[in-house]
């Protein structure tokens, strides 16, 4: 961290700034300049409080040289992180890892349709929805812990590993004895509770970014999750609100090679909940591959014209299938591999 005396800083501001320094721990490096007078915090700035020194009188303004999400932070762990899963579905490895299936579960035919669908074309990660966070309360909010049943019974007979969102801190005991793995969806992102209790889980965590956050606060969220000792988290770039209204949210691309850059945490791209329209998700989905995204989120139904939830992005089995041959392809292109 780095403050900025003002200009006409007094001898005393200086000297109290240094003051708050020691108290906190750490030492002071003083540059007096020709026009300002700067001094560097010598030691670890994160657990300095936004605020710390900017309220003191003198200061102009104050430089974080350390993002403050040290945990997720690349610096602290350089190696690409791989989260193993059950049925030998890696995330964050060469190979593109594709998490497939319906929006919501909403029977065990749809279901054993949609999971079939999707592990035919090589896919080792069910993804549904069991509790549904739904923008209208009338909506259909999902089956609840008979969905989690369902996911983990028909996942078992594919071989494939269950992914399946959690809403209340409440539930994570129930969706870690189900699931293999967590999602934290766009609407709780920043909620601290349900990221405390999913970070001591034990199951690997997919943290989706919030329609309105931004990458820092992503980062953020994500080391609630390490900082509660769960090692295993892959962050999600599920598009942001933007004034576009041609598309359900804005995919921010840029976001796939700047999370790679600050994190080594695997990060995958859902260009069905970002589009929000089908003929839209397999241009994206190769977009973000090509970009370095380590894996997809797809939302697939046997007839996504009689879906419950989302039907206007879900792909079909057909359309997923072609999805897929894109996806060979595009990583092929940039010297990934996929199922
Ligand atoms: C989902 O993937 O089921 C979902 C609800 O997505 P998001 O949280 O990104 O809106
Ligand atoms: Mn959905």
Request: glycine share 10%; hydrophobic share 45%; net charge negative.
């Amino acid at each position: 961290m780095v403050i900025v005396m003002q200009a006409g800083a007094s001898e005393e501001d200086l000297a109290a700034v240094l003051d708050r320094i020691g108290s906190l721990g750490l030492a002071p490096h003083v540059s007096r300049g020709e026009e300002r007078t700067i001094v560097g915090l010598i030691g670890d700035e994160r657990p300095v409080e936004d605020g710390t020194f900017e309220a003191l009188p003198g200061v102009e303004r104050v430089v974080r040289i350390l993002h403050p999400a040290k945990l997720a932070s690349r610096d602290f762990h350089p190696e690409d992180r791989v989260i193993e899963l059950p049925g030998g579905a890696r995330l964050g490895g060469q190979e593109i890892c594709v998490m497939a299936g319906p929006c919501a579960v909403e029977s065990a035919e749809q279901l054993r349709e949609a999971a079939e669908a999707v592990r035919a074309n090589g896919v080792k990660v069910l993804r549904g929805g069991a509790f549904k966070p739904r923008t209208s309360p009338y909506s259909f909010q999902g089956l609840g812990e008979k969905g989690l049943l369902l996911l983990r019974e028909i996942a078992d007979s594919l071989d494939m590993a269950v992914i399946t969102e959690v809403v209340t801190p409440q539930d994570v005991p129930l969706v870690a004895e189900h699931a293999d793995v967590l999602q934290i969806g766009a609407r709780n992102m920043a909620n601290y509770e349900l990221l405390k209790s999913a970070g001591s889980a034990g199951k690997p965590v997919v943290l989706k970014r919030g329609l309105g956050s931004t990458v820092d606060e992503l980062l953020q969220a994500a080391e609630y999750l390490l900082a509660h000792g769960n090692e295993h988290v892959a962050l999600c770039e599920r598009g942001i609100r933007t004034f576009e209204t041609a598309t359900r949210f804005t995919l921010d691309i840029n976001a796939v090679p700047v999370l790679k850059q600050l994190t080594s945490l695997p990060v995958v791209i859902d260009p069905s909940h970002s589009t929000g329209h089908a003929p839209l998700v397999a241009p994206i989905a190769r977009a973000g591959i090509a970009a370095g995204a380590d894996g997809l989120l797809i939302e697939v139904h046997p007839n996504p014209a009689e879906a419950l939830s989302d039907g206007a992005q879900s792909l079909d089995p057909a359309g997923f299938a072609s999805l897929m041959d894109d996806v060979r392809r595009v990583a092929a292109a940039v010297g990934r591999s996929s199922a």
